[in-house]
C-alpha cells in the first residue's frame, strides 16, 4: 500500500527532516515570482532553483560593476580602460539581445 503525500510530510517532520532548512522562519518574498508573467513562471523557477543566471544578467552586473569603479577612479588612464570595457561589455549585450529577437521572430 503506498502513502500519501500528508504520511509521508508527516513522517519526514517528526523524523527532523526538516529542521536547519535555510531562510527556516522567514516569510517567503514572492513577489518576483508573481511578478513574472505566468507563462514564464515555471521555467524561470526552474532556473533559479538550478543557480542559473542567464547571460545577459550577467554582463549588465559586470557593466554595473565598472561603472562603479569608474565613479570612484581618479586616474585618466584607469577611467580611460574602464570606459573601453563599459563600451565593449555594453556591445556585447546589445548584440545578445538583438540576436534573441532575430530568435524569437522565427
Known sequence: MTKSVDEIIREAIEQGKFNNLPNQGKKLDLSNYFDTPEDLRIGYSVLKS?????????????????????????????????????????????????????????
Not at 569603479?69 to 580611460?80: P, S, V
Request: hydrophobic content about 35%; overall charge positive.
Open 50 to 106: 538550478g543557480d542559473y543566471v542567464p547571460e545577459e544578467v550577467l554582463i549588465l552586473k559586470e557593466i554595473g560593476e565598472l561603472k562603479e569603479q569608474l565613479g570612484i577612479t581618479h586616474d585618466e588612464a584607469q577611467k580611460k580602460k574602464l570606459l573601453k570595457a563599459i563600451q565593449q561589455k555594453q556591445l556585447a549585450y546589445n548584440l545578445l539581445i538583438e540576436r534573441f529577437k532575430r530568435h524569437s521572430k522565427i
